[in-house]
């Protein structure tokens, strides 16, 4: 199973049928990920704590964490099955690889950075669905050795899946159709170029290495899910780029697929 990161990009795109990476996800099992996954781990974004921490439910709740939108954003449902035996699994291969304190939330659903994508990569919501949390005051590496611990779950059919955004500046979001400035396409361009070039190291080290990476990602939640697909996926793993477009001038929707080395 290849490991992917979906740049889930504005809420919006729930009922927002002209933002083009809704057509993208859409297509998923035609054109990305034909073989249905046995389970799938969702590295949102959205989900920030101090210690690595998973959801262990029978039924994952849809979570509305997002103000402001139009009432129709709050009256959508995605409640895929929880996967409490993947997540014990998780917590499992953290802790043998140097996670000491990994814990189980009991209550959680699935945020939006899950249930948005998933709603049209799999409408049906009958796939279970484990989320594990990101740990922002930590670095990339760090990320990419939580990914690194998780490798083995691609060989049990589990679809390991971060979510978030290529570029995350909330401060720095345009009205639709605005050009792309330059900070935003050249910091995108560098991400692209690193991943198919296989040059991970400076992804993980992106903050000083690449081109506006703190004005790309003042804050890192929505990046880190990158760091944890890409080390999932192994050493030496391939990155394609599946998708690439622009949303609110700023917000790049790039999403990326990793397939391990043979």
Same mark, same amino acid.
């Given at each position: 199973?290849?490991?992917?990161y979906?740049?889930?990009g504005s809420?919006?795109?729930?009922?927002?049928?002209?933002?083009?990476?809704?057509?993208?996800l859409?297509?998923?099992?035609?054109?990305?990920?034909?073989?249905?996954?046995?389970?799938?781990?969702?590295?949102? !974004?959205?989900?920030?704590?101090?210690?690595?921490?998973?959801?262990?439910?029978?039924?994952?709740?849809?979570?509305?964490?997002?103000?402001g939108?139009?009432?129709p954003?709050?009256?959508?449902k995605?409640?895929?099955? !929880?996967?409490?035996?993947?997540?014990?699994?998780?917590? #499992?291969?953290?802790? #043998?690889?140097?996670?000491?304190?990994?814990? #189980?939330?009991?209550?959680?659903?699935?945020?939006h950075?899950?249930?948005?994508?998933?709603?049209?990569?799999?409408?049906?919501?009958d796939i279970?669905?484990?989320?594990l949390?990101?740990q922002?005051?930590?670095?990339?590496t760090?990320?990419?050795?939580?990914?690194?611990?998780?490798?083995?779950?691609? #060989?049990?059919?589990?679809?390991?899946?971060?979510?978030?955004?290529?570029?995350?500046?909330?401060?720095?979001?345009?009205?639709?159709?605005?050009?792309?400035?330059?900070w935003?396409?050249?910091?995108?361009?560098?991400?692209?170029n690193?991943l198919?070039? !296989?040059?991970?190291?400076?992804?993980?080290?992106?903050?000083?290495?690449?081109?506006?990476g703190?004005?790309?990602?003042?804050?890192?939640?929505?990046?880190?899910?990158?760091?944890?697909?890409?080390g999932?996926?192994?050493?030496?793993?391939?990155?394609k780029?599946l998708?690439?477009?622009?949303?609110?001038?700023?917000?790049?929707?790039?999403?990326?697929?990793?397939?391990?080395?043979?």
């Open positions: 199973m290849d490991t992917v979906i740049s889930h809420p919006m795109m729930a009922i927002d049928e002209s933002i083009p990476a809704r057509q993208f859409k297509s998923w099992q035609q054109t990305v990920l034909k073989e249905r996954p046995k389970a799938i781990l969702v590295i949102s !974004g959205h989900w920030d704590t101090k210690e690595p921490t998973v959801n262990v439910v029978n039924i994952n709740d849809t979570i509305y964490d997002f103000y939108f139009p009432k954003m709050y009256q959508l995605y409640t895929p099955p !929880g996967a409490p035996q993947l997540a014990k699994r998780v917590k #499992e291969l953290l802790m #043998e690889n140097g996670f000491k304190h990994v814990h #189980e939330d009991k209550k959680r659903g699935v945020d950075g899950t249930w948005v994508p998933l709603m049209f990569m799999y409408p049906e919501a279970p669905v484990c989320q949390s990101v922002s005051d930590r670095d990339g760090y990320h990419y050795n939580m990914g690194k611990a998780l490798a083995p779950l691609k #060989e049990e059919g589990i679809l390991v899946m971060g979510s978030g955004a290529t570029t995350h500046n909330l401060g720095a979001m345009h009205p639709e159709g605005t050009p792309v400035p330059s935003a396409s050249q910091f995108d361009t560098w991400l692209k690193a198919l070039e !296989g040059r991970y190291e400076d992804v993980n080290h992106y903050d000083s290495r690449a081109p506006y703190k004005k790309a990602h003042p804050w890192p939640d929505h990046f880190y899910p990158l760091h944890v697909a890409m999932a996926a192994g050493e030496n793993a391939k990155a780029l998708h690439h477009s622009w949303g609110n001038g700023t917000l790049s929707y790039a999403s990326y697929k990793f397939t391990a080395a043979k």
